[in-house]
């Protein structure tokens, strides 16, 4: 863990960061995307604005996960917590999902682009 922290630490360092230059309301880019760990929450709320409580929901199931009884440390358990390891592995992948077609598949004012 020590020597990857100082790799990635190394990284930073050497690899500039793809900032953009200062924001000016006269020039706004089209699509304005936001940081690339929240494209996925823009991308889904550009289906609905409603999807937003199913991912404050997902996330308070996951916050309380430890305090119930999948997340406990109970030994033979390993077959109840099946369930809440495919939805973790499900969400992940949604996730993924939804940040590449936002990052790669998104044009000019928010349109779908297959050949961007």
């Given amino acids: 863990m020590t020597l990857f922290i100082g790799v990635i630490c190394a990284l930073a360092a050497f690899l500039p960061a793809p900032l953009q230059e200062p924001a000016d309301i006269g020039k706004v880019p089209n699509p304005a995307k936001s940081a690339w760990f929240l494209l996925w929450i823009q991308e889904l709320v550009s289906y609905s604005r409603h999807l937003i409580y199913i991912v404050v929901l997902v996330a308070f199931f996951f916050l309380l ?17 099946r369930p809440v ?32």
């Fill in 65 to 81: 996960l430890p305090y119930t009884h999948w997340g406990g440390r109970d030994d033979g358990a390993e077959r109840s917590r």
């Fill in 85 to 116: 390891a495919a939805l973790s592995i499900a969400v992940f992948s949604l996730i993924v999902v939804l940040t590449v077609i936002a990052f790669f598949f998104r044009g000019r004012n928010w349109a779908l682009c297959i050949n961007p």
